[in-house]
């Protein structure tokens, strides 16, 4: 059984560690096919993120051909940072969320292999901001190619509490 990660990140509230971390959640719009969130009894689904800032894409390419590791990492930071934004969403309130599961698709080359370590950046911020309730099941998947050719995509469920 794996030991939870230390809360390394000082605050009471996940709102002033996300503050603490000198981050700010983005705002997110819907379009025409698709809305950021959804909502199923007590479960919350939310769509795809991608690394996106201000509207730009902040990456393309196939990890471990075009892009490196640390690279795809810090992208995978800003798409969980933009999972975040969908729950708050759809919940209200930072300290309401609850991450119950997460899956990183992580476009890259047959022989990449780490895809967990992409992954892992990603679980660390929400760990970081949402302490326990940060902590989820999780899944890595290596993929031929992703939306906008960008190198990584990240799914969440999570509920409200």
Do not use: W
Not at 138 to 158: D, H, K, Y
Request: proline residues 5%; glycine residues 10%.
């Amino acid at each position: 059984m794996s030991q939870p990660l230390p809360q390394t990140v000082k605050g009471d509230s996940a709102s002033e560690r996300l503050q603490a971390l000198g981050l700010k959640l983005p705002v997110l719009a819907g379009t025409t096919y698709l809305v950021p969130h959804r909502t199923v009894g007590s479960t919350i689904h939310l769509s795809g993120q991608l690394p996106f800032k201000d509207g730009e894409l902040l990456g393309r390419g196939v990890v471990g051909r075009d892009v490196e590791l640390e690279t795809a990492r810090s992208l995978a930071r800003h798409a969980a940072l933009n999972c975040l934004a969908a729950a708050v969403q759809a919940v209200g309130d930072l300290d309401r969320v609850r991450i119950v599961q997460m899956l990183v698709f992580v476009a890259s080359t047959p022989d990449f292999g780490e895809q967990s370590q992409v992954a892992n950046a990603a679980s660390e911020l929400l760990i970081e901001v949402l302490g326990e309730n940060g902590r989820h099941a999780r899944t890595a998947i290596g993929v031929a190619g992703l939306p906008l050719n960008t190198p990584v995509e990240i799914q969440v469920i999570c509920t409200a509490v």
